[in-house]
């Protein structure tokens, strides 16, 4: 992808949520690239914004084959992200998962634009991780069936597309968007106890490092499915005393260590996870953070942005 041409834009969808705002900064920040944030309700550049609905077709065709609004890559960082809600409200799981990407492969086809599709490790079962991008898919809850189903809807597009899975996100917090970060600070902070669970495993994934691979994907054209995650495998509960240890929260709440099927919740988590980025390591020369550099950088940000 040249730069510095008008006609170089980067769309990223969901782009006010907890993951495209962290793309919206760094390629902003980063690159010289035009950058399109499309949201549920508005269109937005530098030279202003435009109201839309983007769960409809037909609005996506009036502005998107638009010489303004037209992008030569569009980054689909939008989900329903609550596992458990997407496993009672199964339509709408459907509608902001699947149907949406549709609708977005089809313009990114209808403009000759490059496709980055965001996914997760909820593809598989959780039974035998951690996994590497060859791996077969086998997700247990809806949510994770929600978004093998995109994977497959962009791959089978015709479009020229990357799905990046990525796991565990936390990063400097988005309006209402709690991460899992943000709950455990936030609970000791108020003197309340905390039940986490210490047989789900992964890798904390820092936002802004999954923006930044993001951008070297669309420089270097790297198509096919790429892991995209933090290099710390650990339980959530191994988590939780690294957040309480590096916001000082020590003395502070208390922690109570459960398993997961104390907590009954609707859907089923993949247990045994995580994610392999040898790939990405070689393709990208990605050297993502530790979650204890990350959690550092989080608290950094957040104390600037309080003074």
């Not at 593809?123 to 991008?133: L, Q, S, W």
């Not at 609970?187 to 106890?193: F, G, Q």
Request: proline letters at 3%; charged letters at 30%.
């Amino acid at each position: 992808m040249r730069r510095g041409e008008d006609s170089n834009s980067i769309m990223v969808v969901g782009g006010n949520g907890l993951l495209g705002s962290a793309m919206v900064s760094v390629i902003s920040q980063e690159t010289d690239w035009n950058v399109i944030v499309s949201t549920r309700t508005y269109l937005a550049d530098k030279s202003g914004y435009e109201r839309w609905d983007s769960g409809s077709r037909q609005e996506w065709k009036d502005k998107i084959l638009t010489k303004r609004w037209k992008p030569d890559v569009i980054v689909n960082a939008a989900a329903m992200t609550n596992v458990d809600m997407c496993e009672v409200e199964r339509e709408e799981a459907w509608k902001t998962n699947v149907d949406l990407v549709e609708i977005v492969a089809e313009m990114a086809r209808k403009v000759n634009a490059r496709l980055i599709q965001i996914s997760t490790d909820y593809v598989f079962d959780g039974a035998t991780g951690p996994y590497t991008e060859t791996d077969r898919p086998r997700p247990v809850n809806y949510y994770g069936k929600t978004k093998l189903a995109a994977e497959n809807a962009c791959l089978s597009s015709g479009v020229d597309t990357t799905i990046i899975r990525t796991m565990w996100l936390y990063g400097t917090r988005v309006k209402e968007k709690r991460t899992f970060v943000d709950w455990v600070k936030e609970s000791l902070s108020s003197d309340k106890e905390v039940s986490v669970v210490d047989d789900e495993i992964g890798n904390p994934t820092f936002t802004e490092d999954v923006a930044y691979a993001t951008v070297k994907v669309i420089e270097k054209n790297i198509g096919g499915i790429l892991n995209i995650a933090g290099p710390d495998r650990i339980s959530r509960w191994d988590w939780a005393e690294k957040i309480r240890s590096e916001f000082e929260l020590r003395g502070k709440g208390r922690m109570r260590k459960i398993g997961t099927k104390d907590l009954k919740r609707a859907a089923t988590r993949p247990l045994n996870s995580g994610l392999v980025t040898t790939k990405a390591a070689s393709l990208l020369e990605f050297k993502p953070m530790s979650v204890v550099k990350g959690l550092q950088m989080q608290r950094i940000t957040e104390e600037r942005e309080t003074r």
